[in-house]
């Protein structure tokens, strides 16, 4: 049977409550203890989610360090010794402004509410008043202090509360991102013994940079990758996996000689770039924001941000940061141990600058789900489809016999055993083909494979693309060969 689809026209900012229920109802995504109603913006994968979170760590993991000869791994734990997040600065300064809603009890952050303020201002047609509040707005904190400023800003131009519609604000406050908890059987209440859950990655690589300079003999430059979680209690945390309050980051920090960092700062941002395209996102949805000099972070050089077009709008997946030689020499004092660099060439001696790339994983599988989401028409009916990369689906290929007929089922479970030595592949004979495509479709699943009667008289079976349904008749024993070149060959134009 072969299938003729008509592209529905679907906004693809419209997309992301089909996203959610589509994850829902296939078991990519569900909230977390949902049965208890859920706790706000924790998430679990499920079956098909967890195969496609490890496809990408796995894409990531193996560009970085298999694809990399000076790129070491770690797996650093998520407890960190407190003074780490005292010489990072996250102590001090990781912090978020908030106001409450004294009405509704609901918390907001103060320069978000003003942003938003601005975006409607501007669809009200009220351009120059919007252009007054985002000079403050940019300016805020260089005249009292940011919180007095936003403040100000929220009580000279009424901004009401967004739910309850109420002008009853407190002040504004800085609130720390970071999640505190007690350590050990004899743990104070005391800030003095807090320990916190890592907010980033970054710093169990700092903090092993002079372990790994000493094991795995790499010379300058090099690299440390990692993956793992990173915990913020974010204020505003409603836009499902895109602002979590746990979540996974890939991050790798690349210690360079103070002088080459522009350099490498740019070409990890080229890279970093390819990588998106590489893994099937579409370029036009791509785009890179440089930081403008006034708006980096206290110990960056040089930042720009890999931004995707979700339905949310253009959005930060991943930074690229030149941190400069300010972690290493934080640690350096506060934990008094040397961590400089000696280059046996040169004879010199220095505390080597960072260019970081950091990427969200659940950003980058809520970017490839965008990305991949198509709604078509086939024959009368609406096909959901996701068009991903077939190295990032979670099930590769599906194994039909066309009906339950015994020479039908031994040849399809050949095939099926075969196939399970290099991919995740999924049996099926319930319900009629176009059911079990459709099923597939909604999974990502690139091949199906159709063994039919007519297949075993001249032993072929019939192959069906996802991307375009097409189908093919192929020897049932080149079946592997060509999921695997097909898969290489893939390209996000094919969508
Ligand atoms: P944002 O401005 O969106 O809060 P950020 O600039 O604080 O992000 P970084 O600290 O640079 O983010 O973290 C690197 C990456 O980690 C981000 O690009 C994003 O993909 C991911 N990330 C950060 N915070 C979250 C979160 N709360 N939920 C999911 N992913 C996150």
Redesign the pocket.
Known sequence: MNESKKAMSIDHLQQLDKIVSLSKSRGFIFQSSEIYGGLGAVYDYGPLGAELKRNIRDAWWREMTQKHENIVGVDAAIFMHPKVWEASGHVEGFNDPMIDDKQSKKRYRADMLIEQHIEKLRKDGKEKEAEQVKELLDTSGTRVGLCEDLHKIIMDYEIKAPESGAFDWTDVRQFNLMFKTQFGAVASAEDADAVYLRP?TAQGIFVNYKNVMDTARQQIPFGIAQVGKAF?N?VVARQF????RE?E?MEMQYFVKPGADEEQYNEWLNKRMEWHKGIGIREKYLRAEPHPPDKLAHYARAAADIQYLFPIGWQ????IHNRTDFDLSQHQEYSGKKLEYFDQSTRDRYVPYVVET???L??TILMVLCDAYREEEVEGETRTVLKMHPELAPITAGIFPLVKKPELQELSRKIEKDLREDYRVLYDEAGSIGKRYRRLDEAGTPFCITVDFDGLEDNTVTIRYRDDMKQERISADKVGEVIRSASKSWKPESK
Do not use: L
Request: net charge negative; aromatic share 12%; hydrophobic share 35%.
């Open positions: 980033e913020r974010e996996v895109f602002r979590m979540f980051q930060e997946v991943e930074g950091s990427v969200g659940d950003r």
